[in-house]
């Protein structure tokens, strides 16, 4: 495809990507910009990290399941188009955010989202068919994943987390985030998105941040459209504990 108006690399498993994917998708229809939504993998770029030390409990499932999912969605790439990745991710989005949390089935091995029973339904919501959910265990895909998620930090360098969105690309500025725990109106989200790329494109510009974060207003946090969501203090775009 051409040169999009906005690449987005995203890890399915991440709220706050989850969260500005959604900011991105109403710019997008009010803007008429192209979104090309690229993979970065959270379990990969954190590869050499010693999950038990620095992060809590269950993240490196979370993350497994988060890569699994990226297997699919490279899968479904390959036969259909970068335009399928975009309606896969919302259906698991959707699936994984916008729904009541379901953690019944998760072990400390497996998060439940990296599962057949999991990703099928997904694919089917999205118009795809299930028999891609087979690239879940398909590990030829990670170099792929982990290429891209490079080329993503190559454009931010590498203290940074998901989403990274490279706008204007090739020559066009790259930015971790920007971060948002709650939805814009739509009558703002263009006017929010004006003011990021305007700081964003000044050539000295370096770096605008706060480790305290309100939990996203998500079904799956248990917090509702209409309210704020508890503070939580994130470290290096986790809730790193560094132990």
């Not at 390959?78 to 959707?94: F, I, K, Q, R, S």
Request: net charge negative.
């Amino acid at each position: 495809m051409s040169d999009p108006d906005i690449r987005f690399y995203f890890d399915p498993v991440c709220p706050f990507a989850w969260m500005t994917s959604k900011w991105v998708r109403m710019v997008a229809r009010q803007r008429d910009y192209a979104v090309e939504w690229r993979f970065i993998s959270l379990r990969l770029i954190n590869s050499n990290v010693d999950y038990d030390a620095q992060f809590p409990e269950g993240y490196e499932a979370g993350h497994t399941a988060g890569l699994r999912l990226l297997r699919v969605a490279a899968a479904v790439r390959a036969d259909h188009g970068p335009e399928a990745v975009g309606a896969l991710y919302a259906a698991l989005g959707a699936r994984i955010f916008d729904s009541e949390p379901d953690t019944s089935r998760d072990t400390p091995e497996l998060d439940h989202r990296g599962t057949l029973e999991f990703v099928q339904p997904a694919l089917a919501a999205a118009g795809l068919d299930p028999v891609h959910a087979s690239a879940l265990e398909d590990k030829s895909w990670d170099a792929l994943i982990r290429a891209e998620g490079e080329e993503a930090l190559a454009l931010t360098g590498k203290d940074v987390g998901t989403p990274i969105l490279h706008f204007e690309p090739p020559a066009g500025v790259a930015f971790f985030g920007p971060v948002i725990s709650r939805l814009p109106r739509e009558e703002d989200a263009a006017e929010l998105w004006d003011h990021v790329v305007g700081l964003a494109r000044f050539p000295g510009f370096a770096e605008l941040k706060r480790s305290l974060r309100e939990r996203p207003q998500l079904r799956s946090f248990g917090v509702t459209e209409d309210e704020a969501g508890l503070q939580e203090d994130w470290h290096g775009g986790s809730r790193r504990t560094h132990k």
